[in-house]
């Protein structure tokens, strides 16, 4: 029997599995590492969700099968959460699932849309689901840029025109993981056009939806007239009510979509646990000071990374929004790659980043770098940092870190 197993052969090995072993290990050996490579939330849900959690959990009828598509309630608050804060009017019963998280929705999605030798249009880089999710459902990926500028919309166009078969789904995922761009509805606005004109699916991935600074809040593509003819779109309550473990997205928009999906996934699971999917409620219908609140918090980490970083020798960009910063490597270690760099930064500075290379070929030359760590330990990790560009003969400003 053979073990050469189709999907298996389009997968390569995660590049950034690599540095995750390798923390893994050091923190087995009592090292201590400051971890800012997975965008893994550090906060706590507010009280009051974690509290509906227990409340319906212990009641004796909870622990049944749920729903697959979700339950109703959280499909009405999902919808009541459009309607607030985009403006946007949808119906819970053909416009909205509930998703086990993002990642899983886009998989789903992938799987029911998705012919062998379809071509995908997918940013590069990009978080790995936007194209292992369709390569691992057969299709043929082809890159096109993360910056919105006009150089985006002419890789659209030539991709359309040179493109055997023509496209037939665009990724687009604002605020980017891990590049942190971002769009305007503007931008929406003339890619719904495109896409209307062109006959191509569009799905948007608008995972960090209220994590936005310098009061430039994100939209929706579906704030676009006309935009529900031709996209669906992905939100999560990972970052927002920082219930990353939790595993609760959704998918909002198109209804052919929307219907696709839902008969895949009523194949696949039962969906969340019933009492998750009423403390999801709870966090989207009730008191929502935790969502300004997680947005301060990380906005002054960003603050404080940038910061700490460029006194000790590393320039940083600040990012408009996500809970990342998309850092290119110092230019006198930029030869190292990605990898490599990535690898020593954990050795010698104990800080975990994640590489670029792990986001595609154009992620190369830059790292992630998640806002998951406290002040005090982001300063800690400027003070690693810059001892080790120091013992790399890197010249770094005379002024101690932090």
Same mark, same amino acid.
């Not at 969502?291 to 020798?313: I, M, T, W």
């Given at each position: 029997?053979?073990?050469?197993?189709?999907?298996?052969?389009?997968?390569?090995?995660?590049?950034?599995?690599?540095?995750? =072993?390798?923390?893994?290990?050091?923190?087995?050996?009592?090292?201590?590492?400051?971890?800012?490579?997975?965008?893994?939330?550090?906060?706590?849900?507010?009280?009051?969700?974690?509290?509906?959690?227990?409340?319906?959990?212990?009641?004796?009828?909870?622990?049944?099968?749920?729903?697959?598509?979700?339950?109703?309630?959280?499909?009405?608050?999902?919808?009541?959460?459009?309607?607030? +804060?985009?403006?946007?009017?949808?119906?819970?019963?053909?416009?909205?699932?509930?998703?086990?998280?993002?990642?899983?929705?886009?998989?789903?999605?992938?799987?029911?849309?998705?012919?062998?030798?379809?071509?995908?249009?997918?940013?590069?880089?990009?978080? #790995?689901?936007?194209?292992?999710?369709?390569?691992?459902?057969?299709?043929?990926?082809?890159?096109?840029?993360?910056?919105?500028?006009?150089?985006?919309? %002419?890789?659209?166009?030539?991709?359309? =025109?040179?493109?055997? #078969?023509?496209?037939?789904?665009?990724?687009?995922?604002?605020?980017?993981?891990?590049?942190?761009?971002?769009?305007?509805?503007?931008?929406? %606005?003339?890619?719904?056009?495109?896409?209307?004109?062109?006959?191509?699916?569009?799905?948007?991935?608008?995972?960090?939806?209220?994590?936005?600074?310098?009061?430039?809040?994100?939209?929706?593509?579906?704030?676009?007239?006309?935009?529900?003819?031709?996209?669906?779109?992905?939100?999560?309550?990972?970052?927002?009510?920082?219930?990353?473990?939790?595993?609760?997205?959704?998918?909002?928009?198109?209804?052919?979509?929307?219907?696709?999906?839902?008969?895949?996934?009523?194949?696949?699971?039962?969906?969340?646990?019933?009492?998750?999917?009423?403390?999801?409620?709870?966090?989207?219908?009730?008191?929502?000071?935790?969502?300004?609140?997680?947005?301060?918090?990380?906005?002054?980490?960003?603050?404080?990374?940038? %910061?700490?970083?460029?006194?000790?020798?590393?320039?940083?960009? =600040?990012?408009?929004?996500?809970?990342?910063?998309?850092?290119?490597?110092?230019?006198?270690?930029?030869?190292?790659?990605?990898?490599?760099?990535?690898?020593?930064?954990?050795?010698?500075?104990?800080?975990?980043?994640?590489?670029?290379?792990?986001?595609?070929?154009?992620?190369?030359?830059?790292?992630?770098?998640?806002?998951?760590?406290?002040?005090? +330990?982001?300063?800690?990790?400027?003070?690693?940092?810059?001892?080790?560009?120091?013992?790399?003969?890197?010249?770094? #400003?005379?002024? =101690?870190?932090?």
């Amino acid at each position: 029997m053979s073990d050469e197993f189709y999907r298996m052969k389009r997968l390569p090995p995660y590049v950034i599995a690599e540095v995750n =072993a390798m923390r893994a290990q050091a923190r087995a050996g009592g090292e201590d590492i400051i971890d800012l490579g997975m965008g893994n939330p550090d906060l706590p849900p507010p009280d009051h969700v974690i509290a509906k959690l227990v409340e319906v959990a212990q009641k004796p009828s909870a622990h049944g099968y749920s729903q697959s598509r979700g339950i109703p309630g959280l499909r009405r608050a999902q919808a009541n959460y459009y309607g607030r +804060r985009f403006g946007v009017e949808v119906d819970p019963e053909t416009e909205v699932v509930v998703t086990m998280g993002s990642k899983e929705g886009l998989a789903s999605l992938a799987t029911a849309i998705t012919a062998p030798g379809d071509v995908v249009l997918a940013p590069n880089p990009s978080y #790995p689901i936007h194209t292992f999710g369709f390569i691992i459902a057969g299709a043929t990926i082809r890159a096109v840029p993360t910056t919105p500028d006009e150089r985006y919309f %002419e890789s659209l166009d030539r991709a359309v =025109a040179f493109t055997v #078969p023509r496209p037939s789904v665009l990724v687009v995922n604002y605020p980017s993981n891990p590049t942190a761009e971002t769009v305007d509805l503007a931008f929406y %606005e003339r890619l719904v056009a495109w896409a209307r004109a062109n006959e191509v699916w569009v799905i948007s991935d608008l995972a960090y939806s209220e994590l936005y600074y310098d009061g430039k809040p994100t939209v929706s593509i579906l704030q676009v007239p006309g935009a529900r003819d031709v996209a669906v779109e992905f939100t999560s309550l990972s970052k927002t009510y920082s219930m990353a473990g939790w595993r609760i997205g959704f998918a909002v928009g198109n209804r052919k979509l929307i219907a696709a999906m839902t008969r895949v996934k009523s194949y696949l699971d039962y969906g969340a646990f019933t009492p998750v999917q009423a403390a999801a409620c709870a966090a989207l219908n009730g008191p929502q000071d935790i969502v300004e609140k997680n947005r301060q918090l990380y906005h002054k980490r960003r603050d404080v990374l940038v %910061e700490s970083f460029a006194r000790a020798g590393w320039d940083v960009p =600040a990012p408009p929004a996500s809970m990342f910063a998309w850092a290119p490597l110092p230019p006198a270690l930029a030869h190292l790659g990605s990898l490599e760099f990535s690898k020593q930064l954990l050795t010698h500075a104990k800080v975990a980043v994640a590489p670029g290379v792990g986001y595609g070929e154009n992620g190369e030359g830059y790292v992630r770098i998640a806002l998951v760590e406290n002040e005090q +330990r982001l300063r800690q990790a400027a003070r690693n940092v810059k001892r080790y560009l120091q013992s790399m003969g890197v010249n770094v #400003p005379g002024k =101690a870190a932090g």
